[in-house]
């Protein structure tokens, strides 16, 4: 059964460094999210990306974040300076379509970001 | 703004039926999903409801009344697999997630 994948399972770095998460989508969706969810806390929607574009974003999704989708195949999350409270485990999801009945999104594995 | 409220945790006996309620208060709406999510991992997909009434897959059952912003998920024959938080979601067009109402299932 084909499923989202997530690189890395767990990354660890300093304050102020950059990091890129990235995530390999179902080959035939077309409509990709990121959600975050900080130890203990829910699941939280940052961005939704579509035909190479950010359809929406929350407030959560500020200046420091950005998205790519840089070849067929991967979607990217790329926080420019990590805050201690940018801590949490990232969850790429996709699907097929967008905001349609039935519309299931499918959610990868996560990536597990610890900023010391 | 979106409110989706659940209860925060339950125990119950291998065996037994649970029935996890979830209520909301969204600007849009655009369908109710369940997710599981065991500690540590990605929520899994359970189930969707869109209309009102009842949606049932084998021992998941999910219900839905848009009226009153309410929601249940009903796990029948409870094993010991099934302890994990069980994440309501309301989609708007991103997903709204609950706090997860974390079942613990004991011998």
């Known amino acids: 059964e084909p499923e989202v994948t997530q690189t890395p399972s767990h990354q660890v770095t300093q304050m102020g460094q950059e990091v890129i998460l990235r995530c390999v989508p179902i080959?035939?969706?077309?409509?990709f999210y990121w959600y975050r969810q900080i130890l203990g806390q829910k699941v939280e929607f940052l961005v939704s990306?579509?035909?190479?574009?950010?359809?929406?974003k929350s407030e959560i999704f500020d200046d420091q974040f950005s998205v790519e989708r840089p070849d067929g195949s991967n979607f990217t999350l790329k926080i420019r300076s990590t805050k201690l409270e940018d801590s949490a485990m990232y969850f790429c999801?996709?699907?097929?379509?967008?905001?349609?009945?039935?519309?299931?999104?499918?959610f990868g594995p996560g990536t597990r970001l610890l900023v010391l | 703004g979106q409110n989706i409220d659940q209860p925060t945790e339950m125990t119950a006996t291998e065996g037994a039926i649970v029935q996890i309620n979830c209520t909301y208060q969204?600007?849009?709406?655009?369908?109710l999903f369940w997710y599981q999510q065991h500690a540590g991992e990605a929520p899994t997909f359970l189930s969707y409801?869109?209309?009102?009434g009842l949606e049932e897959k084998g021992r998941f059952s999910s219900f839905l009344s848009r009226s009153k912003g309410y929601s249940y998920l009903l796990l029948k024959e409870l094993q010991m697999k099934d302890s994990a938080s069980y994440l309501c979601?309301?989609?708007?067009?991103?997903?709204?997630f609950g706090k997860g109402n974390q079942v613990v299932v004991i011998p």
């Open positions: 979601a309301v989609r708007c067009y991103r997903l709204a």
């Open positions: 969204t600007s849009g709406f655009n369908g």
């Open positions: 999801a996709s699907s097929e379509l967008g905001a349609r009945l039935q519309e299931t999104q499918y």
């Open positions: 409801n869109v209309l009102d």
């Open positions: 080959s035939n969706h077309l409509y």
């Open positions: 990306f579509y035909n190479n574009e950010i359809s929406e």
